[in-house]
């Protein structure tokens, strides 16, 4: 009973992370399923990014919008997909699993291109740098894969 009432807690504390990518065109991923479903079919031809989410601050801070702004670039990702850490482990495990030679970071930005991964933003590209730094880096990967 109390760990239902934890879950509950937890689960309407961070809907309005997820919500803030939602809101902007992301689609989430929960299962593993819906990353293999998402990442070898939808995501499978042209571009994909994907948003490994977080409750932590430089996600709230930096992360989040800095992709939002990025997205206002001319050039942008085909598809947008993300997962939670933390929160949506199993996904999230899946997840990483495409972003080969990248060690687990969260919170990050996994751009791919017909399946594979072509650039890496990770958490210590995302702390202590600016919104528009972080948005810039994204805007220069979009411009050369998308």
């Known amino acids: 009973m109390a760990q239902d009432f934890y879950i509950q807690q937890m689960q309407s504390m961070v809907q309005p992370m ?3 990518l939602t809101r902007i065109g992301f689609e989430e991923l929960r299962t593993p399923e819906e990353v293999v479903e998402a990442l070898e ?3 499978a031809k042209g571009t994909a990014l ?5 409750v932590c601050g ?3 801070g930096l992360a989040r919008p800095a992709v939002a702004h990025s997205l206002n670039n001319e050039r942008k990702p085909d598809h947008l997909f993300t997962v939670f850490a933390g ?3 199993e996904a999230t495990a899946k997840a990483r699993e495409y972003f ?7 919170p990050s930005f996994a751009l791919m291109k017909d399946g594979k991964i072509v650039h890496m933003v990770q958490r210590h590209e995302i702390e202590d ?3 528009e730094e972080i948005s810039a880096n994204l805007s220069s990967a979009y411009d050369k894969y998308c």
């Open 58 to 60: 430089c996600a709230a």
């Open 41 to 43: 079919k939808k995501g």
């Open 50 to 54: 994907v948003v490994v989410n977080s």
């Open 18 to 20: 997820r919500d803030e």
């Open 87 to 89: 929160q949506d482990r």
């Open 129 to 131: 740098r600016s919104l």
């Open 100 to 106: 080969e030679g990248y060690p687990p970071s969260s």
